[in-house]
């Protein structure tokens, strides 16, 4: 079935950096783009970029640029999410999820998620 | 940066009530939204997008509506399984946003 499943929870102390992988199976990984959004610990939910699998280009949310990459690799179907000079507020869980348009000319909402994975930071 | 307002943030009903939840952007968004539901520790599950149109699997009772700046989510008929929290999403410009949540309760 098609799925994305993240790697696991990660400790970090502050600025140091995090990366997040997202694996996908049972579809074809370079026909959808792959979003990345947080969610801190009892708050809403935060978008912080897109990357075409196909491409490799990258959009990102403004508030993360220059502290966020979002690179993939085609070979083994897995995107990657990495966060530099953590913060305390950075503490949230990570989700990648697939847009549901298979057109690189429209977005049309996410409907496949990762599991989450949860990134603490902490001294 | 478009502002996603939802309303209310906290709805109290019954099994088989008729709910609605508003969405409103802080600018045109023409039918750019989707709507999604989450369960404590859960990833959100899309519901709606395009502003009305329902995603496979997504049972009838879900419905969207709206355009423009002002949009809707209504279940008809509370199931048991639907007490969760509500986001809408605009995907008109960017950044993405979402809405603050609307969380279901049972009365």
Redesign the interface.
């Known amino acids: 079935q098609v799925q994305l499943v993240q790697s696991g929870a990660e400790v970090k102390k502050p600025g140091a950096s995090v990366k997040v992988s997202c694996k996908a199976s049972g579809y074809t990984f370079t026909g959808h783009y792959i979003?990345w959004v947080r969610q801190a610990p009892g708050q809403?939910?935060?978008?912080m970029g897109w990357i075409n699998p196909n491409s490799g280009v990258t959009?990102y949310?403004?508030?993360f640029q220059g502290r966020v990459t979002m690179t993939r690799d085609t070979s083994i179907s897995t995107a990657y999410m990495e966060l530099s000079s953590l913060i305390s507020d950075d503490t949230a869980v990570y989700?990648c999820?697939r847009d549901?348009s298979s057109s690189w000319s429209s977005?049309?909402?996410?409907?496949v998620?990762?599991?989450?994975t949860t990134v603490t930071v902490s001294s | 940066d478009i502002q996603m307002t939802q309303s209310p943030s906290t709805l109290s009903a019954s099994v088989g009530d008729r709910v609605t939840i508003t969405c409103r952007a802080s600018q045109s968004i023409n039918r750019w939204l989707a709507w999604y539901q989450q369960k404590p520790g859960r990833a959100p599950k899309l519901l709606i997008y395009d502003a009305s149109s329902l995603e496979s699997g997504v049972p009838s009772s879900f419905s969207g509506s709206g355009s423009g700046t002002e949009f809707t989510l209504t279940i008809s008929g509370l199931q048991p399984d639907d007490f969760a929290t509500y986001y809408c999403q605009h995907y008109g410009s960017y950044p993405l946003t979402f809405g603050q949540g609307t969380k279901v309760e049972i009365k």
């Open positions: 979003h809403g939910l935060e978008w959009k949310a403004q508030k989700s999820a549901r977005l049309a909402g996410m409907d998620w990762g599991q989450g």
